[in-house]
Every structure is written in structure tokens, then in C-alpha cells.
């Protein structure tokens, strides 16, 4: 910290007393804050009396105009104040602000072991064995600003509010509760005092219901796609053949020094220039439909998101509707 804020935390002169000793002044400085990186440091104190430093005898201010006084203390610091919540689980990368590696693997409702999966540490990763509580919270990752909407996928296990042991966050097991579309999420953890203080663990969650649904959308895909490129192959085929026979045609034609001959190799040349820019163009259109069809299927595979999506809704609003108490009924 700067002189200032060293001012600012003095408490005040205090009276010293040690055993055996006579009494002394002192000054008490509060809320130091330690350096962020631990090391060895060098503490150096100036006292300050009017326009003087230091505490000289009262003889020695009336006829000196300035006297120092400084006193020097080697401080050890271990480790800085908390930075983060570090995964602590096998695979644990300490880049970033806690993504793994090894991503844990959650299948439908079913229980995963866990164990100690974080650990409070300082801006250098090193261990604070400090007690606190921790929230934990699951969030889907890199969601966009549409995604999420029916997504009931909750944390079952463990409670969500956790408390650090010696440093460590700990549970025996993950379990979800709820249900949403398979993919990576985020297992969020952070400090209840300083939210600042958090990281993450990726969790890659599977939903059986969403496997059937899409094989047979990639299925229906391939068949388009296998369907297009046999077309693009029979007409392919029948340029080819065309060109063959235009190409003979004129070679025949060439042989004979004929003007009108000529002529019609002319023709013939023009005819085949003509095919030839015919089949350009057919190809381009080939091209243009293949990404027809590719454009297609992506908002086909929109389609089937959303209505998977309408699908949930009315089942939750169904389920919803069937608890609903009846009029002679009561909670």
C-alpha cells in the first residue's frame, strides 16, 4: 500500500508496558493488508512529530531542525489473501478462472462420485487452509441469450451451500435433479464472504431422451445428402456423354475442307461452347442447391429444437394443470 493508506491505519499512539521494563510509546497499526505474492519483505517504519521525524528527546527538538528515525522489519509473507476456488479434482487445469480438462461425466438423474473438487488458494495457487461457505450453483455453458428457457436442470447432491475444510471443498457425490438438452454445463463455486472468490467445473450432461431424436435427424440428413449426390452424378454422366458426341461430331467435320463444311463446324464449335457454358452453369445451380439443402437442414434442425422446446413447455403445463387442486380440495 501506498504512505497514505499506511497513515490512514494507524490507530493511534498506544503505552507499551514489558515485563520488567519501563513503559514506552508505541504506535498500532490496523488491517495491514499482506502482499498478494508470498516472499520476504522488508517493513520500514518512520515516525512523524511536528516537522520532524521520529520521537527525539524534547532538548534535542529545540535545537535541531529535523531528526529521522526509522526502524526496519523483515516480514515473511506465505501466502497472499484468497484469489480463487481452485479444481482440485483428477484432470484440473489451474489456467483460467477453474476449467478442467477432464470434464465430469453426468448421465440423466444418476449419481457421480465427487470428492474434494476445489480448493481455496491465492493469486500464486497456493493453499489457504481457511474455513468459509461456499454456493454452488450449475449453469449451461456459453448459453445464449434464448437458451436456458425451460431447462428445470437443478443440482440434487450436494447441498448447495458447502463449507470449506482446512482450505478443501468436499462432497461424496453429484447428482442432478430436472431435466435439459444434453451438453456441457458448469458446476459454479464460489465464496459466500467475497463472490469474487469462485471457479468452475465443466460437467458434460447427457439426456437419453435427446439420442433417438437425433439419430434419426442425422439419418434424414445423410439420405438427403446421398440422394443429391446421385442426381449430381447422373447429370454428370449425361454431360459427359454429350460433350463426347459433340466433340466427335466436330473432329468428323474438321477433316473435310469443305466451306460449307466448315461452316458447320463452325457451328458445331459454337454448339459446343454453348454445352459447355450450359454445363457451368448447371453445376453452379448444383451448387447453389447443395447449399439450399444444407441451409435447410439447419433450420430443420431449428425446427426440431424449437419443438422439442413446445413439447417441454405443454408437458410442464400439463403436469402443472393435473396438481392444480379441485374446488372441494385443499393444500
Known amino acids: 500500500p501506498s504512505s497514505g493508506d499506511w497513515q490512514k491505519r494507524a490507530g493511534g499512539p498506544v503505552e507499551l508496558s514489558p515485563p520488567g521494563e519501563a513503559p514506552a510509546q508505541g504506535l498500532l497499526l490496523q ?178 431422451a435427446d439420442e433417438g431424436e437425433r439419430e434419426a435427424e442425422q439419418q434424414r440428413q445423410a439420405e438427403e445428402v446421398a440422394a443429391f449426390e446421385a442426381y449430381k452424378a447422373r447429370e454428370t454422366a449425361r454431360l459427359v456423354r454429350e460433350r463426347r458426341v459433340l466433340e466427335r461430331q466436330a473432329k468428323a467435320l474438321l477433316k473435310v475442307p469443305d466451306r460449307k463444311e466448315r461452316e458447320e463446324v463452325e457451328a458445331l464449335r459454337r454448339e459446343l461452347e454453348a454445352a459447355r457454358a450450359d454445363g457451368k452453369a448447371k453445376e453452379s445451380r448444383w451448387r447453389l442447391a447443395a447449399e439450399r439443402l444444407h441451409r435447410q437442414v439447419a433450420s430443420s434442425q431449428a425446427e426440431v429444437g424449437e419443438l422439442k422446446e413446445e413439447v417441454r413447455i405443454l408437458e410442464r403445463a400439463r403436469l402443472g394443470t393435473a396438481w392444480l387442486p379441485g374446488p372441494s380440495q385443499t393444500w
Open 31 to 208: 488491517e495491514v493488508p499482506a502482499p498478494a505474492e508470498p516472499g520476504a519483505y522488508s517493513l520500514e517504519l518512520a515516525l512523524s512529530f511536528g516537522s520532524t521525524k521520529g520521537l527525539p528527546p524534547s532538548q534535542l527538538l529545540k535545537s535541531a531542525e529535523r531528526t529521522e528515525v526509522t526502524a526496519a522489519f523483515a516480514v515473511v509473507v506465505e501466502a497472499g489473501p484468497p484469489s480463487k476456488l481452485l479444481p482440485a479434482l483428477l484432470g484440473a487445469s489451474s489456467a483460467g478462472s477453474g476449467s478442467t480438462t477432464a470434464p465430469l461425466k453426468v448421465v440423466a438423474n444418476e449419481t457421480t462420485e465427487l470428492g474434494t473438487f476445489a480448493r481455496l488458494v491465492d493469486a500464486m495457487s497456493n493453499r489457504l487452509p481457511s474455513d468459509g461457505t461456499v454456493r454452488l450453483s450449475l449453469r449451461q455453458y456459453a448459453m445464449g441469450s434464448e437458451e436456458g428457457q425451460g431447462i428445470t436442470l437443478e443440482i440434487a447432491q450436494p447441498d448447495t451451500t458447502l463449507r470449506l475444510v482446512d482450505g478443501e471443498l468436499s462432497a461424496p457425490a453429484l447428482a442432478l435433479r430436472g431435466a435439459g438438452p444434453s451438453g456441457r454445463y458448469q458446476l459454479c463455486f464460489e465464496l459466500e464472504s467475497d463472490a469474487q472468490v469462485s471457479g468452475w467445473l465443466a460437467v458434460d450432461y447427457e439426456n437419453p
